[in-house]
Each structure stands twice: as structure tokens, then as C-alpha cells.
């Protein structure tokens, strides 16, 4: 069974960085997509950014010039590095891959960013 671990949350200071990882159990290459997604209280589940298997990265409007997702395939793990962190990027930060049409989530980690 597939299996996302994510790590790397936290409370940081707007203007702060974090990094979060999502380590999958099977070779990342496996999978079409693999990326984070973030869900606010209140707030409809979002896309953050995403990589697919040709390293072709998505980015949301929000997260471009701010954020950069990349992959350690040694390690079957994908990292999300936040920067210049504001109040409304807090948020339970969700990994997410896909097969197909399988989607595979992580429990979530929380993202908090205190103005």
C-alpha cells in the first residue's frame, strides 16, 4: 500500500521559511504526479505545487517566486521549500501523488505563519 509521510511543518514568522517533505513509499518515479496541496479551516483543499514525472513542475499563482518544489530520488522524497511565508499560506500542507487515475494522499502537516 502506498504510503506518504510528511514532515517539515511548523510556526515560522511571516517572511520566514520552512521546508516540508513528503517521503513515498515506492520509487517516486512510479507515479504521474507527485506534489502538496493545502487546505485552510474553512477553505476549500488547493493545489500549492506539483512535479510530474518528466520534472515539469505546476505552480499556483500564490506559491510562484515564492516556493520551489523539487525531488530526491534516492530517497523517494519530495521537498517543498517556502519562502517569504505570509499570514494566509497557513494551512494543514497535504502531499499528494497520483497514478493515473489513483490518488494517493499524506496525513497532512501544519503550516503556520504568525504575522
Known amino acids: 500500500q502506498v504510503q506518504l509521510a510528511e514532515s517539515g511543518g511548523g510556526l515560522v514568522q511571516a517572511g520566514g521559511s520552512l521546508r516540508l517533505s513528503c517521503t513515498v513509499s515506492?520509487?517516486?518515479?512510479?507515479?504521474?504526479?507527485v506534489g502538496w496541496y493545502r487546505q485552510a479551516p474553512g477553505k476549500q483543499r488547493e493545489l500549492v505545487a506539483r512535479?510530474?514525472?518528466?520534472?515539469?513542475?505546476n505552480y499556483a499563482a500564490s506559491a510562484k517566486s515564492r516556493f520551489i518544489i523539487s525531488r530526491y530520488k534516492a530517497l523517494n522524497t519530495v521537498h517543498l521549500q517556502m519562502n517569504a511565508l505570509k499570514a494566509e499560506d497557513t494551512a494543514v500542507h497535504l502531499c499528494?501523488?497520483?497514478?493515473?487515475?489513483?490518488?494517493?494522499w499524506g496525513q497532512g502537516t501544519q503550516v503556520t505563519v504568525s504575522s
Open positions: 515506492e520509487n517516486i518515479f512510479n507515479f504521474n504526479t
Open positions: 512535479i510530474n514525472v518528466g520534472g515539469v513542475t
Open positions: 499528494h501523488a497520483t497514478i493515473v487515475t489513483r490518488n494517493y
